[in-house]
């Protein structure tokens, strides 16, 4: 006589989580490969965040969170054209503190035509177009 033993929970949640694995590796093997050169970009789920920015005639200050949860403040000097980054975290009295994360001339940085700049035309490719353009006309 075959008596076979009640399969348990474990045994199905095994089962089901063997499944859905391997669901997910056929799902991302169908995902399309981008091609030679090309990053694959990820999508991140939006967190609730919350931003302000004000400025006058002399600064740029604009507020945000951190994936870590921090706050951050950028201020930004228009007229000397310095920018500084500072982290304030709160918690407990010993956990609680502000950090001047970095800051730097920008002066140059703004004379910059492009740097790290994934456009579909760099602006010499524009400046170029718009010169021909002009000169048609």
Sequence with gaps: ????????????????????ASLGLVAESKQEVPPP???????????????????NDQMIAVTGVDVTGGSLLYLIDTQNR??????????????????????????????????NDKSQFSYKDLEARFDDKLSED
């Design 1 to 20: 006589m075959n008596i076979r033993e009640p399969r348990t929970a474990s045994g199905w949640i095994l089962l089901a989580g063997f499944a859905l």
């Design 37 to 55: 050169g090309q990053d694959r970009t990820q999508v991140l789920p939006l967190s609730p965040v919350s931003a302000t920015a004000d400025s």
């Design 82 to 115: 310095h920018l500084s980054v500072y982290q304030a975290t709160g918690g407990t009295k010993s956990t609680m503190k502000i950090e001047w994360v970095g800051g730097r001339n920008i002066d140059l940085d703004l004379r910059v035509d492009g740097f």
